[in-house]
């Protein structure tokens, strides 16, 4: 049984991929998702944030001390090169390092909303030894008068930029929040991506009633979550070449056949795996394996994609017809629990 399959290029030893998360933040967890048996592991994330704070520390401490005698300034940064040394500079060494320590595809990840100083580290991440680099553009903007045209446009200038100095594979992990996610993800295509990750997860934050406060939450993802992610890549797999990989609502094996199904290249875990341990991964892809054996299916080929949106259907008359039919249904199901 074949259960290698392509992502971004890349041949896979199966579609079970790890996904951005606290799993792979060193390299022994690294070891540890892909001794599991992974195909590829996706790096926690590299953000933002925390570049820029290093960036405002290192000016906030080149201006305290500019009249200083001259003697000191060796002990400052001396050029804007030198910014992002620290957090940047830890991150790339440790993809350098998770990359020679594993013999699957080690993915990068960039998780910011600016062009900033990403198109540099994306270099120096792919020099590092990084089979591919995925943007995750977590662009959630608080501006009421920020318009759609304005976030579709920003995001594009970011991959476009990216693209032009790296010359590994691109994925983009994008949000199911834009107006037309299906058409913003093809030019997300034709402006370099190679790939797409469906979908980012939104943090809203959560109210304490009690300390009157606004607090951070996170949550891991739920088995439901995957149908929007899943509603997408199965309408977007016969009207693009990029690689579609699937993320949120992973739980069981058979979480990922439904995605493969629908046409997903690689199927992406981090909840299960954090609820359950790496060694989780082991389970997923077994799972599909027996399932493969039941259904008498060679290889992954043969089904990928079986479900997916035929490409001569009108989409929008297909996905109205099952709106329709999904409320008729429950009318009848809901409707008759208290009779």
Not at 30 to 41: C, E, F, P, Q
Not at 253 to 264: I, K, Q, T
């Amino acid at each position: 049984m074949d259960l290698s399959t392509k992502y971004l290029g890349l041949t896979l030893r199966n579609p079970v991929v790890a996904s951005a998360g606290p799993l792979s933040q060193t390299v022994d967890g690294v070891r540890d998702l892909v001794a599991a048996g992974v195909g590829a592991v996706v790096m926690y994330s590299l953000f933002e944030e925390q570049v820029r704070r290093e960036l405002e520390r290192d000016l906030h401490l080149e201006q305290a001390h500019q009249d200083s005698f001259a003697e000191a300034s060796s002990y400052f940064p001396a050029s804007s090169e030198a910014a992002d040394r620290g957090v940047a500079d830890a991150y790339v060494g440790l993809v350098r390092r998770a990359a020679a320590a594993v013999d699957v595809p080690v993915i990068a990840s960039i998780n910011g909303s600016s062009l900033g100083g990403w198109v540099e580290i994306a270099q120096r991440l792919a020099d590092a030894g990084a089979a591919a680099i995925e943007l995750n553009i977590y662009l959630a903007p608080g501006n009421v008068s920020v318009t759609g045209a304005d976030v579709e446009r920003h995001h594009l200038q970011i991959v476009t930029a990216v693209r032009q100095v790296v010359e590994v594979p691109l994925a983009v992990k994008l949000s199911p929040f834009f107006s037309s996610p299906g058409q913003m993800a093809l030019q997300l295509v034709e402006a370099g991506a190679d790939g797409l990750v469906l979908f980012n997860r939104s943090l809203q934050p959560e109210i304490d009633i009690e300390t009157l406060a606004v607090r951070p939450s996170v949550a891991l993802s739920t088995r439901f979550e995957a149908r929007l992610p899943r509603t997408w890549i199965a309408a977007l797999a016969r009207h693009t070449h990029a690689s579609l990989a699937a993320t949120s609502g992973v739980e069981e094996a058979s979480d990922v056949v439904r995605y493969l199904l629908a046409g997903a290249d690689v199927v992406m875990s981090t909840s299960a795996l954090v609820r359950h341990g790496a060694g989780y991964a082991h389970h997923l892809v077994a799972g599909l394996q027996d399932w493969m054996t039941r259904h008498e299916f060679a290889t992954v080929d043969q089904f990928r994609g079986l479900l997916a949106t035929p490409a001569d259907a009108d989409a929008q008359a297909l996905a109205r017809a099952g709106y329709v039919a999904g409320l008729e249904g429950a009318r009848h199901a809901f409707g008759s629990a208290h009779r």
